[in-house]
């Protein structure tokens, strides 16, 4: 998918001021259980896309969950985005392994953020029970919407309350 989207954030108040660099935010998010996962997705850009000042965004995606902060680590690592949000959802196939890979998700998600310094978000969601089933498909896409707006803003959030900080 790897698409990029950008509007620039401006300082229009006066002529000779510099522009401000929009911020650069990517989504890295897992193929598995895509249309559920894509709802985050889509929600998150409309929320970009509805901010004052929307961040330039790029889509990656990656086979699963477990990929997710290899990938983040990179982008953070190399200087292409100012913030990583993660989107992904693990299930429970009915073996344990599902809880093994999703705090090692969010370990590594927490790992690449404190060693980086780039700021990293969750939308990788681990339900209690899920079945292939319309009604629980139905149930998370419906919530995966409801994530990908607060990821969304809450990245914003922080991106405004960290530029006090500096570069």
Same mark, same amino acid.
């Given at each position: 998918m790897n698409q990029t989207l950008s509007s620039p954030r401006s300082t229009s108040s006066a002529a000779a001021a510099p522009a401000v660099r929009p911020w650069r935010v990517a989504i890295v998010a897992a193929s598995w259980h895509r249309d559920i996962v894509q709802q985050a997705i889509d929600a998150a850009l409309a929320e970009f896309r509805q901010s004052t000042s929307p961040p330039e965004l790029a889509v990656h995606d990656v086979p699963g969950a477990f990929e997710i902060p290899l990938y983040a *680590?990179?982008?953070a690592k190399a200087g292409l985005c100012d913030a990583v949000i993660a989107c992904g959802l693990v299930v429970d196939g009915g073996i344990y392994r599902h809880d093994f890979v999703a705090s090692a998700v969010?370990?590594?998600l927490m790992r690449v953020q404190l060693d980086t310094g780039v700021p990293v978000f969750s939308a990788v969601l681990t339900p209690l029970r899920f079945h292939e089933i319309p009604e629980h498909? *139905?149930?998370f896409a419906e919530h995966f919407v409801k994530k990908g707006q607060e990821v969304a803003r809450a990245c914003l959030q922080t991106l405004s309350a960290s530029a006090h900080f500096g570069p």
């Open positions: *680590q990179r982008l969010i370990d590594g498909q *139905q149930f």
